[in-house]
Structures are given as structure tokens and as C-alpha cells.
């Protein structure tokens, strides 16, 4: 629970209250701290966020203002139901980037490593009875450290184009490489990547017409003599999973002017 937690108000200080002034027995920024806390010991639940809270109750009087205790697992559920995602979102990732290494290379892994964009459906989050289809999500997965570092929703009348540019402007890729799926070949998300101090790795399908002929073209003709006199690392992976195991050949060739 010392994992740099006192820290949390000095990036959260102009968190917002959503809450009603009868209903704010508990400071805000008490209950963001403690249920950081929780979820860094494993608590996967609002009750299991109370139980961690009692537990370390004498630790979090000397960095936290609890006149009136820990908070129950109810109004901390509150709370987050109404925190605006998008600002409380930026707080995390400011807490997060400025924490020190204790957070097991996490900032290294910001700045220097893989960083992978994909986007998914939230898992149960459809209503069939109301018509409600599942809620699509854009995260950014840090590889190195096994974390994800932010993700957007996308909007029902948008797609994920237009959402991976407000992702990745939340992110601090300096000198980091992004990769996305074919989906972020667009111009404007490379030179979003770019803006952000990243590079980029984008995947190009049949849809990409001209350019995607052209990578194909280029890849055919080094293949061809066996990439006599063409500068090409290599590498192989292998993958076993859903049934299935996968081998992948990789050579990386530089496309020229």
C-alpha cells in the first residue's frame, strides 16, 4: 500500500465532486486513494475495497483526511458511477507516468518499449432486451509490463478511427513503438504517433489499394533473388492457442525513397 499513494491528491487535486453536498461524508479524493490502494492488493469488488480499507486503516489516517472513517463499499460505487471517465482518466495517467520505479519499469515502459493499440467490446456490456448493443472500448496495452495504460470508449455513431487519435494524445510515447491492426493506417493516427514523440508499425490490408500494392510489390522483389545485397533482419514466433499453433516469419527491409 506504499506504492507511491500519497501522491494520488497532487495529480487529482482538481478532481471534480459529483456528489450531492448532504451525500459527502467522505472526501473524493479519500475514496479514489483508498480503492487505488484496493485494486493494487487485488480487490476486485467495492465490498473488497472497504475490507482493504479497514485493514490498513492506521496507515491511511497519516496520508488521507478520514473524519468519518473508511467508506462503505456503497457510496465508493457512487462515486465512481459518476466520476467523468475522460478528466479522471488524465489524473491516473499523470499519477501513474510521474510515479518512480517502484511501479516495476512502467515509465521505461512508456517511453521506451511496445506499445500495442487495439480495440474490443466490452465484455457484457450489451442489453438485447433494450436493444443496446456492447460498448466498444480503445485501450492501450503496455507489452513490457502487462498493463493497460488508458482507453477510450467509442462513440455509438463513430468507429474506432476517430477514436485512436484521443488515445494516443493522452499517452507520453517518446521513443516508444505503437503498433495498431490495420485499422490505424489512416495518416492522421501515424501522425498523431508521431506528435507523441512514438513510432509506428501498421499493419496494411488488400483495403489500402495503391499503398498496400506498393508494400507488396516491394516485398515481392526482395524475396525474388533471396535478398541478395538487401540489408534484412529476421525472425521467427511461434504461438499455440485457441486451438491452433501459429508460426510467423518476419524480415524487415527498408522501403527506399
Known amino acids: 500500500m506504499s506504492l507511491a499513494l500519497p501522491s494520488v491528491p ?3 487535486a482538481a478532481r471534480h465532486d459529483p456528489r450531492a453536498d448532504r451525500t459527502t461524508d467522505h472526501q473524493v479524493l479519500a475514496i479514489v486513494t483508498i480503492a487505488l490502494g484496493a485494486l493494487i492488493c487485488g480487490a476486485a469488488a467495492w465490498t473488497e475495497c472497504e475490507a482493504v480499507g479497514q485493514a490498513k486503516l492506521a496507515w491511511l ?8 472513517g473508511i467508506p462503505a463499499h456503497d457510496p465508493c460505487g457512487r462515486v465512481f458511477a459518476r466520476l467523468d471517465p475522460g478528466p479522471f482518466q488524465q489524473c491516473l495517467l499523470r499519477w501513474l507516468q510521474a510515479s518512480p520505479t517502484r511501479l516495476a519499469g512502467l515509465t521505461a515502459a512508456v517511453a521506451l518499449d511496445h506499445v500495442g493499440l487495439d480495440g474490443k467490446p466490452r465484455r457484457r456490456s450489451h442489453d438485447r432486451a433494450a436493444g443496446t448493443a456492447a460498448r466498444h472500448l480503445v485501450s492501450a496495452w503496455a507489452w513490457a509490463n502487462r498493463l493497460v495504460l488508458g482507453h477510450v470508449a467509442v462513440g455509438d455513431k ?3 478511427i476517430t477514436a485512436l487519435p484521443v488515445l494516443i494524445h493522452l499517452l507520453d510515447l517518446s521513443g ?3 503498433t495498431i491492426a490495420a485499422m490505424g493506417c489512416p495518416t ?3 501522425a498523431a504517433i508521431v506528435e507523441q514523440g512514438g513510432a509506428y508499425g501498421l499493419a496494411l490490408k488488400g483495403r489500402q489499394g495503391r499503398l498496400h500494392q506498393a508494400g507488396a510489390a516491394l516485398c515481392a522483389q526482395a524475396r525474388a533473388p533471396g535478398f541478395t545485397g538487401i540489408a ?3 525472425s521467427r514466433t511461434l504461438e499455440n492457442g485457441h486451438g491452433r499453433s501459429e508460426e510467423r516469419r518476419w524480415w524487415p527491409i527498408h522501403a527506399p525513397e
Do not use: F, M
Open 10 to 12: 497532487q495529480h487529482c
Open 61 to 68: 489516517r497519516t496520508v488521507l483526511a478520514l473524519p468519518n
Open 158 to 160: 463513430s468507429n474506432e
Open 176 to 178: 516508444g513503438l505503437v
Open 188 to 190: 492522421a493516427i501515424a
Open 232 to 234: 534484412h533482419p529476421t
